[in-house]
């Protein structure tokens, strides 16, 4: 089992076994809203994640991380939901400028 801690949704914890989807497919499995505009076919930066821990539990940067990496659009320690496969534990934040309206998020 691996665990996503999201900080700054009230400290929310995700526990799944299924390792095979993105991180977003997993959040949005276990009903947390996150933002996606492309629909998780990394052609944006919307589903963007900061990650404060366990960077090396996330699958390596895709095609499309590389390139928004390159435009600056995507910096060290930023990573795509829709992109991203879980190996183990991560920790996360909501990027300010991707935060959902009808969400409450924490400092």
């Known amino acids: 089992m691996v665990k996503i801690v999201i900080e700054n949704l009230g400290v929310k914890e995700v ?3 299924d390792v095979s ?3 977003m497919a997993i959040l949005h499995t ?5 933002m996606h505009a492309c629909g998780g076919k990394g052609r ?3 589903c963007k994640m900061i990650v404060k821990k366990g960077g090396e ?3 390596q940067l895709t095609a ?6 390159r435009d600056g659009t995507l910096v060290h320690g930023e990573r795509l939901a829709c992109q991203s496969k879980l190996v183990g534990d991560i920790r996360i934040r909501v990027p300010e400028e991707n935060k959902l309206p009808h969400v409450v998020y924490e400092q």
């Open 57 to 59: 539990n996330l699958s």
């Open 30 to 34: 276990h009903f947390i809203d996150w």
């Open 64 to 69: 499309a991380e590389r390139k928004y990496q």
């Open 21 to 23: 989807k993105s991180v």
């Open 15 to 17: 526990v799944t076994n």
């Open 44 to 46: 944006c930066t919307t």
